[in-house]
């Protein structure tokens, strides 16, 4: 595909930006140029430099699409044949729909005289395809479903009284409660040998979560009481309970 612009002159007249070619179609995709002919490198001196930039056309971008480019970015010379490229290969996706820039050649030496780059105010820019392939690629996602969450004046309190601590043997749940629009039950599991103790918060369900995978983050504690004074045993956090409960 080859780009002509007349009127060179009045374009590097504009100063620093870019400035597209139309749309084209090659190698079953559509693309367009973006030319810059004032362009500068970081850290550079301040030499003006003229960019050619491939660019992969919106209607032509898959999210699981990988375009795998090869080819050459062109600035002709229109008298001598001594053309100046730059050969890219690039992987257009979805998040890099862009070649990069690339400083072709400086301003100054494109003005040069002998070559004929400019002719008559027109330059003329290109690029040659080599080789292209598209392949799917297997992309993984995850969404983060943020509901406004239930927030209380004050701290909602289930006590649990076990009438026959001894009879529970290795493991029991308490009786069902309702809090935050969900359904918990505290278990208690004593260890083999019967010298501790380990408790825990079960979710029994999520309704009204809408989203497949998501969880619910929940700040609690839970508490022995110490029946004869206030030295109760108490540990807080902060879990994160899937849907699946």
């Known amino acids: 595909m080859k780009w002509s612009v007349d009127g060179f002159a009045s374009l590097l007249d504009k100063g620093d930006g870019w400035t597209y070619s139309r749309v084209f179609e090659l190698m079953g995709h559509n693309w367009y140029l973006k030319l810059n002919p004032r362009d500068k490198k970081s850290g550079d001196d301040g030499t003006e430099y003229v960019s050619l930039v491939l660019q992969l056309d919106d209607l032509s971008v898959k999210p699981d699409t990988v375009v795998k480019a090869s080819f050459k970015l062109l600035i002709y010379d229109q008298a001598y044949g001594k053309h100046l490229e730059h050969q890219v290969r690039h992987s257009f996706q979805t998040a890099s729909t862009s070649s990069g820039a690339s400083c072709m050649v400086s301003l100054e030496k494109l003005k040069e005289r002998p ?37 209380f004046d004050e701290a909602r309190t289930y006590t649990w009284d076990i009438e026959d601590f001894f009879a529970l043997k290795n493991s029991g749940h308490s009786p069902e409660f309702q809090v935050g629009g969900h359904k918990w039950s505290i278990g208690v599991y004593t260890s083999s040998d019967g010298n501790h103790l380990t408790l825990d918060l079960c979710m029994k369900n999520t309704d009204g979560v809408q989203h497949d995978g ?6 609690f504690s839970l508490a022995i009481k110490h029946q004869e004074g206030g030295n109760h045993w108490k540990a807080t956090g902060s879990p994160t309970y899937l849907d699946d409960g």
């Open 214 to 219: 998501s969880a619910n983050l929940v700040e």
């Open 115 to 151: 070559s004929k780059f400019i002719v008559n105010n027109s330059c003329t820019f290109g690029v040659e395809f080599i080789r292209v392939k598209a392949s799917k690629v297997s992309t993984t996602s995850e969404t983060l479903f943020v509901r406004k969450p239930s927030v």
